[in-house]
């Protein structure tokens, strides 16, 4: 149940509909000079152990409003690109997940590819735009009377 002035206010969606699955992806930042074939097999392979056994039933439950809706044929399959910018090359994974797990299976992923990132000791390192200073410079401070 759905208060009236809620449903006036925010959009509502109903995933528990004829898909009970829905799209989901999550952006991962590759520092420049990274291995980046080495990221592409980290973060995909991740997608497939953690959201790749809905590849199939959800391929199942989508001919039922492919045919109602006449909607496209759609990739069920984790599915990665890459997009070079100005900070980092950004890999996207593309998943299905069912619409009760989004969050924990979000979760699982990145502590999968962060976990697995980290073990490649330096060949895939993860980017952000924080800074760390690791030393300070000397100061020569001179004060003249």
């Known amino acids: 149940m759905i208060a009236n002035s809620y449903v006036f206010k925010e959009p509502v969606f109903n995933y528990s509909g004829d898909f009970p699955f829905l799209w989901d992806e999550i952006k991962i930042p590759i520092q420049y000079g990274s291995d980046y074939d080495k990221a592409r097999e980290i973060i995909l392979r991740a997608g497939i152990e953690v959201a790749g056994d809905l590849t199939i039933r959800s391929k199942q439950k989508w001919a039922s409003p492919q045919n109602k809706y006449r909607l ?54 993860m980017a952000s735009a924080t800074f760390q200073l690791d030393q300070a410079p000397d100061f020569n401070v001179n004060l003249k009377k």
């Open 72 to 125: 496209e044929d759609a990739q069920t399959a984790p599915m990665l690109t890459l997009v070079a910018n100005d900070n980092w090359a950004e890999y996207t994974l593309r998943y299905v997940v069912g619409y009760k797990r989004r969050r924990t299976t979000k979760s699982e992923l990145f502590t999968k590819i962060l976990t697995e990132s980290e073990a490649t000791n330096g060949a895939v390192k």
